[in-house]
């Protein structure tokens, strides 16, 4: 079965947890609870460390340091009310499967916050990519009646995958939703729509020093692509082919 989800591995230790598995594994759930189906879409995941994910976080949302998850959804599929079904999209072909975005998630923060709260990592981790991939199919939960729909969905998929509800213990909830770069107090998850996606190909981005971890981000939106440029077109299927996993 064709995977849905281009995974580059640029933090070795990733493959210890098989992040792959993972990804794929969590997009089927995903795609599943939605109604839609398990083929025709693929999304682009980059599995880096602290350093790289902290400058794209300085790139798309003006803040150096790192965070656990970014994502850029390809193109808007938000609800036009609070609280309702985003605008999902439909399914492409085998050849050309309809493209959702792209995820980029950070090692070290995932292991410090999966330890902090108390969590086996691959559940976190299982938890922070539903998490994303709901955000690139237009959920968010910048408003009460949009995060109860998204944070309800996300109870649901885990449980399928046999992972207890992330949000039933109200300190650990609180500390998940502190931790969102798409929080109502801080900046957006990644680009908006159709912005340009992170170039992992291009020359060293390790940025400065990176020590820390606020993620509370500020409200920064990055410049969109420019005009004629295909969104998505950087981590996706097409960009991932052409690189080095010793980026």
């Keep these: 079965m064709e995977p849905l989800v281009d995974t580059l591995i640029e933090e070795p230790r990733w493959d210890g ?9 969590a997009a089927r759930a995903v795609l599943a609870a939605l109604d839609l189906p398990g083929t025709g879409f693929t999304l682009a995941c980059l599995a880096c460390g602290d350093a790289r994910i902290a400058a794209l ?14 994502s850029w959804p ?4 938000g609800a036009e009310v609070a609280g309702g079904r985003p605008d999902l999209p439909a399914p492409g072909s085998a050849i050309m499967p309809a493209e959702l ?23 976190h981790v299982t938890h922070l990519l539903v998490h994303a991939m709901l955000h690139l199919l237009g959920y968010d939960h910048l408003e009460e009646a949009d995060a109860e729909v998204m944070e309800a969905l996300e109870t649901r ?19 998940f939703r502190a931790a969102d770069p ?14 340009a996606r992170p170039d992992v190909s291009g020359p060293d981005v390790s940025g400065p020093d990176v020590a820390g971890s606020d993620v509370s981000g500020p ?29």
Excluded: H
Aim: hydrophobic letters at 40%; aromatic letters at 2%; proline letters at 8%.
């Design 17 to 25: 947890i098989d992040l792959e598995t993972l990804a794929d594994r």
């Design 57 to 70: 976080n300085a790139e798309f949302r003006g803040k150096n340091t790192p965070t656990n998850v970014l």
């Design 74 to 77: 390809s193109e808007e599929r």
């Design 101 to 123: 975005g792209d995820i980029a998630i950070a090692w070290e923060t995932c292991v410090r916050e999966a330890a902090e709260q108390g969590k086996r990592l691959q559940d």
């Design 157 to 175: 998929i885990l449980a399928g995958l046999g992972i207890a509800d992330p949000y039933a213990d109200p300190a650990a909830a609180a500390e």
């Design 182 to 195: 798409l929080a109502p107090e801080g900046g957006a998850a990644g680009a908006p729509a159709g912005a």
């Design 219 to 247: 409200d920064t939106a990055p410049d969109p692509a420019p005009d004629g440029a295909a969104p998505g077109t950087v981590l996706s299927r097409a960009g991932l082919s052409g690189l080095s996993e010793d980026a």
